[in-house]
């Protein structure tokens, strides 16, 4: 309960005060990016879960909003409001329109503890997403479990109907179902049983993307959180085909593949509703480790979603959003540090910038040495030449690392106590926390190297 303001971070989100978990609805309505999240109203803890709401033009500066849906208490029920998605349902197919406006849609898991119940709601709002309205009728889908939850809704322009993915968490299963209207919902098919099983399935999404950019190209990416600290990683996914229906894992079903091969990057959604051609999520960074006060728990920098063609087939790539760097470019000079062909002996020591609120970008010519990389407040992320592998080396020693065969860019986002790099464009992510002492702000390069371009941005 002692304050920690040297862990805040500036430009990742995180709420006012208490605990926040899963980004929710991630929608972009009229220019605006909403964030609805996990939250605890009342305590640093997870519990009496509502939906929090934030608002931000540019994905960087957030406007904090009232709670959107609010936990529902009655005598004999407690409804907490756990994850899911929002809609903009432009047709009025659902009929919750007023005034020939568009409703937004929330479709959420009405998690029920003292009935031991998780089934499917659904809320409007009538505002553009500020309140919301509970439907008389829910549930919308009840299957009687326990565990049931997390549904993603999606428009398919070309079926012309709703599709939701949401998962049965303890059967390592996720479901499609389709509607008309979004309040009547029939079971397409079910998917499941391959990849990692170790942990329970939660917070799918089933998303179209365009292979290498080419229309004529496209596959189904399906994300899902699986797995905590002790499983390594939290976010696996399938790249498949799929017919409206079905989908049809396009690798065997023993391929485990991964989002993000750090400790924390979890419940991570697509955005609904973005520009024709973005495709962009956020994940929450679960906060394991020390406790934060007042708050808990942070947000990952939204990031772009590309799939391209590989020796091993298609595969994800993900790299922070497009249209945060126009504002990169933006600061002052006495907030950037851009140089080519820095030569590295050893250690080179960046003693401008002491805010542990930085982001980096570096291309390398490898040189003699058997690692390089960056020292950021005591944590090293580097590559080790001889054992092809991205790492992260916390101050503990604990390490986080992932195989890559080669390292030729590294785009680094240290925001107090979170830490984010995308290794070649994208190709391997780590995420993880950090939670350095007050004075350590040491930002270095280290190895034998050449910088070909070094950028260092101060966020701060
Ligand atoms: C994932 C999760 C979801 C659930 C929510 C509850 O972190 O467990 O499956 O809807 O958190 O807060």
Redesign the pocket.
Known sequence: TTPTPQWRPVYHFTAPKNWL??PNGLIYLDGVYHLYY?HNPYENK?GH?SWGHATSKDLLHWKHLPIAIPEIERADTTTWI??GSAVEDKKNTSGFGKNGKAPVVAIY?A?QPKQQKESQFIAYSNDGGLTYTNYAGNPVVDVHKKDF??PNVIWLEDKGYWLMTV?L?TEHKVQFYKSSNLKEWELLSEFGNQGDTRKIW??PSLTPLYVDGDPSKKKWLLML?SGNQDAGTGLQYFIGDFDGKTFTNANSPETQLFVDYGHTF??AIPYNNLPAGQQMMIG?LMPFETPTYPWRGQMSIARDLALKSTQEGVRLYQQPAAVIRPLLDKLPASKKFIKQGVVVKDKLLLNAFKSNASWIKATFTPGTGEEFGFILAGTTVGYNVKNSELFIRHISGDVEKVKVQSVKSLEILLDKSSLEVFANDGEKVLTTLVFPEKNNTELAVFGNVVVDKLSVWDLQ
Do not use: L
């Open positions: 978990n899963d996990q997870w879960m756990f994850s898991t998690d939850r997390d998962a968490p939660e917070c959180s979890y419940a929450w």
